[in-house]
């Protein structure tokens, strides 16, 4: 069976501090991979998704980046952190064919910018 | 894109009593709509899904209906218990050839049962 993975769980950095979130699907090979971002109290905003290694799009212009070094890693980078990155980071999974559209979520990093 | 609308962004009932959540989207091309609930702190989890070529579909206590015409689709929970209550999201995307197409989510309807 196919199981995401997510660390760390919870965050908490000083403003301008660089970050790093990393995220890996198991049991499963070439899938799609989503970052989203939900701030408190708000719905989920689609920050990148990658469809292949070295492949990324990005949704909306901000202060993060993604990169996928391999198949099935998926890492969430900021140079300096803002206190508008704070939020509840969630990586997810779709499997490939296009056919089955279910998306999984990992467990998920509250992010805390002091 | 899409734009994916909620409402309400609060619902109360009493336990026992049915619950209904409605969204509405803008891409009529948008044919997959599924809907996720999220406990406190926890990941958002996938409790029911339709396609477009499909009007409703039930899952014991869940059900979703959708009306492509109007572009409008609803949660319904019925014989609600302390359990589910939970933030609601809804969703869209198209399912394309590239599968990249990431789901538009609405804001979220936090469920309240009372006991």
């Known amino acids: 069976s196919q199981t995401i993975h997510q660390w760390p769980a919870t965050l908490v950095q000083p403003v301008g501090s660089p970050l790093s979130l990393e995220c890996t699907v198991e049991?499963?090979?070439?899938?799609?991979l989503y970052w989203y971002r939900q701030a408190a109290g708000r719905g989920l905003q689609l920050l990148f998704y990658?469809?292949?290694?070295?492949?990324i799009s990005s949704e909306v212009p901000q202060n993060l980046s993604a990169s996928r070094p391999q198949d099935r890693q998926f890492i969430l980078s900021s140079k300096k952190l803002l206190l508008s990155d704070s939020g509840f980071y969630l990586c997810a999974w779709r499997r490939l064919p296009w056919a089955n559209e279910k998306l999984f979520f990992g467990s998920g990093t509250q992010l805390s910018v002091l | 894109g899409e734009n994916v609308e909620q409402h309400p962004s609060t619902l109360s009932v009493q336990e026992g009593d049915s619950a209904v959540i409605k969204c509405t989207y803008s891409?009529?091309?948008?044919?997959?709509f599924p809907w996720y609930k999220q406990e406190l702190g926890k990941r958002p989890q996938l409790i029911i899904d339709?396609?477009?070529?499909?009007g409703e579909k039930k899952d014991q206590r869940i059900a979703v209906t959708l009306n492509k015409t109007a572009k409008h689709f609803s949660l319904h929970i019925t014989e609600t218990q302390p359990e589910d209550s939970a933030v609601y999201f809804c969703?869209?995307?198209?399912?394309?050839?590239?599968?990249?197409?990431?789901?538009?989510f609405g804001k979220g309807t936090h469920l309240i049962i009372q006991p």
């Open positions: 990658s469809i292949g290694i070295d492949q």
């Open positions: 049991g499963t090979s070439n899938p799609n």
């Open positions: 339709i396609r477009s070529n499909v």
């Open positions: 891409d009529s091309a948008s044919n997959y």
């Open positions: 969703a869209a995307s198209i399912m394309s050839g590239g599968g990249a197409d990431g789901l538009t």
